[in-house]
């Protein structure tokens, strides 16, 4: 039992900074034991989850006094927000506490992609000497890169991509075209079919909803030119991962990077299994060393002040 409970793993440091103004009860394994979360909750103030706990109508009523949910990360797709909304719980996430570790994800991916060069170690070390196959890299300095979904994520990448002197399209309906977000990093702003025809990589910054899921399914894939590369850091279920399968493996699209999946873990029989010039991982575009702590001390901070307001 604690005022503030935490239910997934946090910074050490973030739950010193917890425990110094609250009783605190910290297992970051909770999540796995829903009956021993329940009852822990049984007092609590307020609680602290990743992606791990779901936060459903079982969890919300063993949890009387719920006034503050902390989300270690930004998607809410485990809350029941409604149901949050309905009890007067305010949720906090640590928004753009990660934007700068997947916006730096993006670039290393479009790098590595338009490159090639780095997955011959193995070969190399034992004596290969594979430079006929892999000469034909690309320089990202003049390529076009294009980002759908201009929002915090997508404006930092902009900000990289300047760096390496590429030319920068936008696509973001709900962003206007007067928004000093364009001039200030350079962007054109164009429509989604423009920008797909006419980049080198495309990289996807959306949340997934109606308007998003499937953005990217066999139609607009057949609409980026045959050397270009995908990467998608926002969300699985914005691409369609067999019309993505089928253009790679036909030689239709360059190469594609993917950090989130339709389902995670991707399960047996996926059609990206055995896809060529195609990277994969798992989910882990926004976790870094310093994104971790900076989501962490970003929650317990946020969650005091919530706590002393309520
Ligand atoms: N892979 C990871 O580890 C990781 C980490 C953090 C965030 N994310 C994901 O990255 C995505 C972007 O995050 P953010 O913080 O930049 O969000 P944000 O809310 O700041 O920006 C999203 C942008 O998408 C735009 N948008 C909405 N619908 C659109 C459409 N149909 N076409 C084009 N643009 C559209 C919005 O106008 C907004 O500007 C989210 O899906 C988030 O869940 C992934």
Known sequence: ??????????????????????????????????????????????????????????????????KVLGRLGVGLYNIDLPACQARRIDVIPASGANADSVAEYVILAIGTLLRGAFGATAEVAAGGWPRDRLIGGREMAGKTIGIVGFGDIGRRVARLAEAFRMRILGHDPLIAATHTDWTETRTEMVGLEELLARADAVTLHVPLGPETRGLLSAPQLALMKPDAVLVNAARGGVVDEAALAAALRAGRLGGAALDVFETEPVPAGSPLAGVPNLLLTPHVAGATVESNARVSSLIAARVLVALAMC
């Open 1 to 66: 039992m604690g005022q503030i409970v935490i239910a997934e793993f946090m910074e050490e440091a973030a739950v010193e900074s917890l425990r110094a103004a609250h009783h605190t009860l910290y297992q970051p394994r909770l999540f796995e034991d829903p009956p021993a979360l329940h009852a822990a909750l049984a007092g609590a103030r307020a609680l602290i989850v990743r992606n791990q706990t779901r936060v459903d109508a079982a969890l919300l009523a063993a949890a009387p006094d719920l």
